[in-house]
Structure formats: C-alpha cells, structure tokens
C-alpha cells in the first residue's frame, strides 16, 4: 500500500500526461515517461510510447466541452493507476529515484501549462481620471486616437 505522498505524486504524474499532451513539450514528457515505466527494456518502452499516443489521439478526438473533460479525468486516472502500480512495485532505494524522475517530469508539463489570459474589451468605453487596479501580468493600451 502506498503512503499519501507517493499517491500525490502518482497523482500530479497523471496530470501531467494529460497537461501535456498537445503542447510543444509532448515529445520530451512522453519520452520521459516511457523511459520511466520502460525501466531499461526498448521493448517496454516502445509499448509506452504506443499508450501515451493512444492517450494523446483519445485527448484530440475529444476536443473541448464536457465530453472533453470527462476524458481528461479518464486518462488522468488511467496514468496515475499505471504510476501508483509502478511505484508500488518498486523496493524503497529505487522508488525515490522513480519519484524524484517523475516530479521532474511533472515540473517540465507545468512549465509548459499555457498561461490563462484574461480579455475585456472597454473599445465602447470612455473613462475620465480612471484608474486599472489589477494584479499579475498585464497589458495596458491606450487608444485615444480611435
């Protein structure tokens, strides 16, 4: 049986299957992750590389919406079971190498997570002394000319 941290990271690991599937670092956490369940064998591996593809084709059938986000949570659960079972298996020395690969990995889907944009459209508006509270990243533009 699995402690709680080792199921977090289970967790965060099918997450970030899902995360990165269809960004720009897809290539490299796939590689990551066939590796880490391929444990040394090519031939794992490359059965890997096949489920994580089946993962990412079942994730782009599905487009967005509700469907879409069933499937996401289908394919989390499916990835962190695979993980957890992985981890499960592994002695204590070995399993801390196989969690520490694994939160790499999930650091590398994070940093590759597109940023959330927010856009309103004040182009109708007309301000006098106004002032634009906020917080985070943001882009101001002046348009007085228009």
């Given at each position: 049986?699995?402690?709680?941290?080792?199921?977090?990271?289970?967790?965060?690991?099918?997450?970030?299957?899902?995360?990165?599937?269809?960004?720009?670092?897809?290539?490299?956490?796939?590689?990551?992750?066939?590796?880490?369940?391929?444990?040394?064998?090519?031939?794992?591996?490359?059965?890997?590389?096949?489920?994580?593809?089946?993962?990412?084709?079942?994730?782009?059938?599905?487009?967005?919406?509700?469907?879409?986000?069933?499937?996401?949570?289908?394919?989390?659960?499916r990835w962190q079971t695979r993980l957890e079972t992985l981890l499960e298996e592994l002695p204590a020395a070995e399993q801390q190498l196989v969690v520490a690969e694994l939160q790499a990995l999930v650091a590398q889907a994070e940093a590759a997570k597109p940023a959330e944009t927010m856009h309103n459209d004040f182009s109708q508006a007309s301000f006098t002394n106004s002032q634009v509270l906020g917080s985070g990243t943001m882009t101001v533009t002046n348009n007085y000319d228009k």
């Open positions: 049986m699995l402690v709680e941290g080792l199921i977090a990271v289970a967790a965060a690991g099918g997450s970030a299957v899902v995360q990165a599937a269809g960004t720009d670092a897809w290539n490299g956490i796939r590689e990551g992750f066939a590796r880490l369940f391929g444990r040394g064998e090519p031939g794992r591996e490359r059965a890997e590389l096949e489920r994580l593809d089946q993962t990412r084709s079942a994730l782009e059938a599905a487009g967005e919406g509700e469907g879409a986000q069933r499937v996401q949570i289908a394919q989390g659960s």
